[in-house]
């Protein structure tokens, strides 16, 4: 059974600031999600990706398949940044995602 | 071309009645996955259907929830006899393929509430 953990739970910053939210887990995996998630809302997936990086304005998620690690980095944060932001992992023996319990981010003005 | 359609946006039920979430997937897209986000909890993993077939129901309370998703229509979860522990965000994600490394796009979920 895959178990995924993101830090920080929480993460308040300044407007400006690079952030970066920490994702890993325990098992081979097919791939890496990353999702947001607003107070109330949808999820919106951001990424996904099994090797490497990608960029999507300011986001940027990476992944090391031999760390079982993940990244997602914002430049230049923006209060419509704050969201709460989480990792899944698909594979790893389970038809569905598993996921982290999210990191709720704050970006002050 | 539309997202992933998931109604009632909210539902409140009394304790004992019956639940009915609707999840109508992308345009094109055969494979369902419900997800269900409990207070202060991260997301769950319940079932994984394609049509009129459910491949993976590891996740699924035994007693009073099941799923469909017949050849038409849209996909249903249906939790029968609610109790207040049912109270909870559910998700619909669906994805055009089969295989673990698919995207899955979601839906903006049902929050059920339990009175």
């Known amino acids: 059974k895959n178990e995924v953990e993101q830090s920080p739970q929480n993460l308040t910053a300044q407007e400006g600031e690079f952030i970066t939210i920490n994702c890993s887990y325990s098992?081979?995996?097919?791939?890496l999600h990353w999702l947001q998630q607003h107070p109330g809302g949808g999820i919106v997936s951001l990424f996904m990706?099994?090797?490497g990086k990608k960029k999507h304005g300011r986001l940027i998620a990476t992944i090391n398949i031999q760390e079982k690690h993940s990244s997602l980095h914002i430049t230049a944060s923006h209060p419509r940044d704050s969201a709460v932001y989480i990792c899944?992992?698909?594979?790893?023996?389970?038809?569905?995602?598993?996921f982290g319990k999210g990191t709720h981010l704050i970006i002050q003005p | 071309n539309a997202g992933v359609m998931q109604n009632p946006r909210h539902l409140v039920r009394r304790r004992g009645q019956e639940a009915r979430l609707r999840c109508s997937p992308m345009?094109?897209?055969?494979?369902v996955y419900w997800y269900r986000q409990l207070p202060e909890e991260g997301l769950k993993f319940m079932v994984y259907?394609?049509?009129?077939?459910?491949?993976?129901e590891s996740g699924m309370p035994k007693e009073r929830f099941s799923a469909e998703f017949p050849k038409e229509g849209p996909s249903i979860l249906r939790i029968q006899q609610v109790v207040r522990g049912d109270s909870a965000a559910y998700f619909c994600?669906?994805?055009?393929?089969?295989?673990?490394?698919?995207?899955?796009?979601f839906g903006d979920g049902t929050r059920l509430s339990i009175l």
């Open positions: 994600a669906s994805s055009s393929r089969t295989g673990r490394d698919q995207p899955q796009h």
């Open positions: 098992v081979g995996i097919s791939a």
């Open positions: 990706l099994s090797s």
């Open positions: 899944a992992a698909s594979g790893g023996g389970a038809d569905g995602l598993t």
């Open positions: 345009k094109g897209h055969s494979h």
């Open positions: 259907l394609q049509k009129e077939n459910i491949i993976d």
